[in-house]
């Protein structure tokens, strides 16, 4: 089997170089789960892969995405969809469900999270990481949590031969110094509880300080030797992944000379950046790979990363008994060493929210913000129409309102709804379009109603545009939540008082263009175009974790709102990538 892998091996890159230089489009385009997608976790059963990544304070929590070829991933359904699971009630942006990690053992699937629920500067102490199971990975039903002992997150859980079962996590020395080491103990795992005490088994390859970050630790057992594979350097341009082996599940541990095995930073002008959060499958043929995250800075700014940390794929190949992530080269985002067939995973999204069934349900690809407190959109109640019943909260607050999100999934991309027969009744009912990062970073293009005074309360319309920018800090004070965004809103009288309403938001590589089209308007007017950037960077005091969708909602801004919003159509048109196939080198 080792001649015969490594004759293959040997015979298939031989077989690629050919293939290229003749044809050059055998080749794979990542990412492969464009649009946001952090932490990737991959694991194989049988012939089917599977992949689940982070989705902060989005729900459902934890999509988990099937392939058979690597190459075409269907999202099947998310890990943790109901209340009991996940119950994210006015969670800070970027807090919620941090990085899964999917493995199987013995007909189970298991999924290994940690949900922040608090995530202030006064509270430094790690929540409890946790795991659900499911013996059916396409019923999208898995079990409550159970939850580990130990504070930390990016838990990891890894099944020795003997039987023995090894929680491994990112955790802290101390909440106040905040050295950050991996950590590990055996637990029983049907309880979750510790049965050895928490000990550090590693603290990186980097010099110890807080921004060394050790994290997303994935444990292996590969020919008689335990495989320690973790993230360091932090999310950001210093990410990298490292690979430590040794004789038991926790160490001593010698360290990979090739260390970083994956590390796209050292040279800024790469495609794609701040690579890291690595895990690695072997396929049914004996090939082995590995998936993480990246993100791809357009015009090599990092002002412009407004898809945020997507999922990339490269071959894994081993030498020495270490293993060598993409023949030593930086993740691209076209890879010519590869043997899989090249096909973009980008595809038009059309949803006329029309269905036969009797009770449809919304596509999985829609994303509510924090879980709702009970369901705010109907398919049934106006038969074609994805209806929206609006509620007091508005996507600035830190709440649950009536928005329905799904993933922006190309930099050039257009979206496109129409909402109708909206009659606001008044300046404070609202409902529109949105491409949104989080509570504090959105645009939006809405209708609203008039103002009381000018008597326009019920008959008038306006559509609206509202534009959020990270604000500058100023003087000596502080920036703080409270004034860390600035917030510019413009309306604009519309003609009638019930006519549909079209709205688009069109992306390019560095800005927004949000504009309308009333009543049988053919043409868009465009009211507002915004630099991606207000998208891409973090205000004073956030994170940025996660990375733009497109948006509807219907609010009552901090009222109860009756006038429901019925959206007809929702359009997703992305640009397909140019690559430069008769080069092979992207
Ligand atoms: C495991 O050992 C076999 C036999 O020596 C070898 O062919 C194979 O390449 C090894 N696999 C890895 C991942 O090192
Ligand atoms: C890292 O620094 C911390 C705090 O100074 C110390 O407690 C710890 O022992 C150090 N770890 C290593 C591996 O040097
Ligand atoms: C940690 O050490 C690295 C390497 O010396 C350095 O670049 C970085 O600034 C240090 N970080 C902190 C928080 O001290
Ligand atoms: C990067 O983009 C930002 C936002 O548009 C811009 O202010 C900055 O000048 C750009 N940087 C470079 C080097 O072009
Ligand atoms: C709505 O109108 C009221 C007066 O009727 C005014 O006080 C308020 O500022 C307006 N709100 C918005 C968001 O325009
Ligand atoms: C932000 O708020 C803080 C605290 O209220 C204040 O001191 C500071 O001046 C504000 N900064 C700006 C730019 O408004
Ligand atoms: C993106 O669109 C904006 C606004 O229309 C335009 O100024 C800019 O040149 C476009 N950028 C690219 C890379 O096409
Ligand atoms: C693509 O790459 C080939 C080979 O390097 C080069 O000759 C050609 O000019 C490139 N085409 C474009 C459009 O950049």
New binding site residues.
């Given amino acids: 089997m080792a001649q015969g892998t490594s004759l293959y091996t040997m015979l298939s890159h031989v077989a690629t170089v050919l293939f290229l230089a003749l044809h050059s489009a055998n080749a794979l385009i990542n990412p492969i789960l464009p649009g946001w997608n952090p932490d990737p976790s991959i694991v194989r059963v049988g012939s089917d892969y599977f992949i689940a990544t982070s989705t902060f304070e989005y729900f459902p929590g934890h999509p988990i995405y099937h392939s058979k070829d690597l190459v075409d991933w269907k999202l099947i359904g998310h890990a943790l969809s109901r209340p009991s699971q996940l119950s994210l009630l006015g969670t800070p942006s970027d807090a919620g469900v941090w990085a899964p990690g999917l493995r199987y053992h013995d007909g189970y699937f298991y999924l290994t999270s940690t949900t922040r629920y608090v995530y202030t500067s006064e509270f430094r102490l790690f929540p409890r990481s946790f795991y659900v199971k499911t013996k059916n990975i396409f019923s999208n039903d898995w079990s409550d949590p159970v939850y580990f002992d130990s504070l930390g997150y990016d838990a990891d859980l890894f099944w020795d031969t003997n039987g023995d079962v090894y929680c491994t996590w990112s955790g802290i020395n101390n909440a106040v110094d905040k050295i950050y080491g991996i950590w590990q103990n055996k637990i029983d795992l049907a309880t979750g509880n510790s049965l050895t005490p928490a000990e550090r088994i590693f603290a990186g390859t ?2 110890n ?4 970050r050790p994290e997303g630790p994935h444990m292996y057992h590969i020919n008689g030797t335990y495989y320690l594979l973790i993230a360091e350097g932090g999310t950001d341009v210093h990410h990298r992944a490292t690979i430590q082996r040794g004789p038991s599940p926790s160490g001593p541990w010698e360290s990979n000379p090739n260390n970083p095995i994956l590390f796209n930073g050292a040279d800024l002008s790469n495609a794609v950046q701040d690579t890291g959060h690595a895990d690695i499958v072997q396929g049914a043929d004996g090939r082995w790979w590995g998936v993480a995250l990246g993100v791809r800075p357009q015009g090599h700014n990092f002002s412009h990363i407004q898809l945020g940390r997507e999922t990339f794929l490269f071959p894994v190949t081993w030498s020495g008994g270490w293993p060598i992530f993409n023949s030593g080269q930086p993740m691209t985002e076209h890879l010519p060493s590869s043997i899989l067939p090249d096909r973009s995973p980008l595809a038009a999204y059309t949803n006329t929210f029309t269905f036969t069934s009797s009770s449809p349900t919304l596509d999985p690809s829609f994303y509510f913000i924090r879980t709702p407190y009970k369901p705010f959109h109907s398919l049934t109640a106006r038969r074609g129409y994805l209806r929206l019943f609006g509620n007091a909260y508005a996507p600035g607050d830190r709440d649950s309102a009536a928005l329905v999100l799904r993933k922006q999934t190309a930099y050039e991309e257009t979206f496109e709804v129409l909402l109708d027969g909206f009659v606001p009744r008044d300046n404070l009912t609202e409902a529109g379009a949105t491409v949104y990062y989080g509570d504090l970073l959105h645009n939006d293009i809405a209708v609203a109603g008039g103002r009381v005074e000018e008597g326009e309360e019920g008959s008038s319309r306006y559509v609206l545009v509202r534009t959020i920018v990270q604000a500058k800090q100023v003087g000596p004070w502080a920036l703080t939540t409270a004034n860390a965004t600035m917030t510019t809103v413009n309306r604009y009288k519309l003609a009638t008082k019930d006519a549909p309403m079209r709205f688009q938001i069109a992306g390019n590589s560095t800005s927004y263009t949000l504009g309308y089209a009333e009543g049988t308007a053919s043409d868009f007017t465009p009211l507002a175009t915004i630099d991606s950037a207000a998208l891409s960077i973090a205000p004073a005091g956030g994170f940025f974790f996660r990375g733009a969708s497109f948006g509807i909602y219907n609010t009552g801004n901090g009222r109860p709102s009756l006038v429901t919003a019925d959206f007809k159509y929702w359009k997703q048109t992305p640009k397909q990538p140019s690559f430069n196939t008769t080069s092979g080198d992207v």
């Fill in positions: 980097l010099p300080n807080s921004s060394a």
